[in-house]
């Protein structure tokens, strides 16, 4: 690991409405010396916040263990209410490697971490996606099927039991998914249509699971205040999927019903080199490399 | 002037074939601490040399200077030839703001290291572009009419005195212009022809000169490798032209001839916000900032 190591981190923690709550746990990251907290946002249907941070791998580690023991003291998992999938006050919280380090040595903070919180405050840890130690915990729904509740019935069998800490949820906190992953592409294409049952249609031909792109996922929402029906997507690997296909998919496969494309967005970061593939495609550019792009050579 | 600060700096010289030459010049900026060289390039016909480097304002200064000592020693302007314009050894060297800095900033430091080199060397130093003294002096090719010889015979007329510096060549140096400007994108589309005179049309409409596209230059050359002809342009202003503008322009005036694009190229570098436009444009998004680029946040 060199010393200029960045990793990002991505946790989501539940509470979204109680503001000065939200307030308290993003600036226990926040005053954590070597970080930088780049974005960070509050959903209140969902009940739930995400916030998004950058540092060298010591500090991150420090900001995601000052962030445990603030929601701990905060949220109480018993009164929480809200519509995403969740299991613990602090949910999940994925590392991911930036600069000057790599996916085994994320991984490897990733289960530092997990086993000092579980130590630290007897919190039941599991390990997915790379850092995943068994085949049915890599996917984080597996991890959460049956939410809190559910898991907080079901954690004392031996199939569910955690990676770390004790097969018994803390009484307040729940439990908590950590692990390492690639950066992810959060990317939306609205149709120019109120149905949606088209963006669903169009979504199963664009996700893996159905036979669409490989690590694509999608599914169709209706956007309320735009009147639009949205394929709503991750590509959870932004060397292997494109952004430009994925929008060339949906695009010929709404077609199908005489629909148009009304616009795009993505949602927080993307990585460079994901830019500059789509420059490289539209404009039939046979080499285009993010070495070409003068703030890169600012890092 | 903020200390992190970062200037870039792109200074041709006139040696593209004496391969030792270009090395020891381009040593002398490579052995300057606080700068970095981020590509050069030399060629054979034009018997020239590019250079691209970054540092802090005051190092690119001091490579400048350590520069021009090395080419004022190792280069005869009287011995020069090659087909591109040129009146000096180091023949142009423009200052380009990049990170914590302004164009105003830029313009000083240019106009400070072409005094420093006008006093220590005896050479003649011109001012373009932003850091034009005369009007007559913002265009580069202004300065350049009639080459080095040209200008030596023409040099002690008052409407082509120099800005700083004796009114006469450098017996060996010629004379050197210097001055700020923004980021240029030198872009290239080639089209699916082998006939120049189509590349040439094309390329009327799209220059500004021509009532084309604002801060376009634009110019018809032959591949001679490829057979193809290519519309070469340079974008002076990215913040005002986009790249797919261009690129969308070359292709409905090719389309005129039946002739569509085969391909296009980004020569060098090119800021990220051009690259993070294209992308907008071609996946319809109302919004996508550089700051949505996660690279952009380890800078």
């Given at each position: ?102 996916m085994k040595e994320c991984v490897e903070l990733a289960r530092e971490a997990g086993r000092e919180i579980a130590k630290a405050h007897d919190i039941p840890v599991y390990f997915y996606e790379e ?61 120019a249509t109120d149905k949606l049952e088209i963006a669903r249609a169009v979504a199963r031909k664009l996700r893996e699971k159905d036979g669409g792109l490989a690590c694509v996922k ?82």
């Open positions: 690991m060199q010393e200029n190591a960045v990793v990002e981190c991505v946790p989501n923690f539940s509470e979204g409405r109680r503001l000065e709550v939200v307030e308290a746990v993003v600036n226990s990251i926040k005053s954590t010396a070597g970080v930088k907290v780049l974005d960070y946002s509050s959903d209140k249907d969902h009940n739930r916040s995400v916030v998004t941070f950058i540092g060298n791998p010591g500090a991150v580690k420090k900001a995601v263990l000052a962030m445990v023991e603030k929601a701990k003291e905060l949220i109480d998992m018993e009164k929480h209410q809200g519509q995403h999938p969740r299991i613990g006050a602090v949910d999940v919280i994925p590392f991911i490697p930036l600069k000057d380090i790599g850092a995943a130690l068994k085949p049915q915990h890599k996917n984080l729904a597996d991890i959460r099927k049956g939410n809190y509740e559910g898991l907080k019935a079901e954690i004392s069998k031996p199939d569910r039991h955690p990676d770390s800490g004790p097969s018994k949820m803390h009484p307040t906190f729940g439990a908590v998914v950590i692990g390492a992953r690639k950066p992810l592409i959060a990317f939306n294409v609205n149709l999608a599914m169709g929402v209706m956007l309320k205040e735009k009147n639009l029906a949205q394929v709503s997507m991750n590509l959870v690997d932004y060397e292997k999927s494109s952004i430009y296909a994925a929008y060339e998919l949906v695009r010929i496969e709404a077609a199908r019903y005489g629909v148009d494309i009304a616009g795009s967005e993505l949602i927080g970061l993307t990585p460079l080199a994901s830019v500059v593939d789509v420059a490289r495609y539209y404009l039939k550019m046979e080499k285009l490399s993010k070495d070409q792009v003068l703030e890169y050579h600012l890092i």
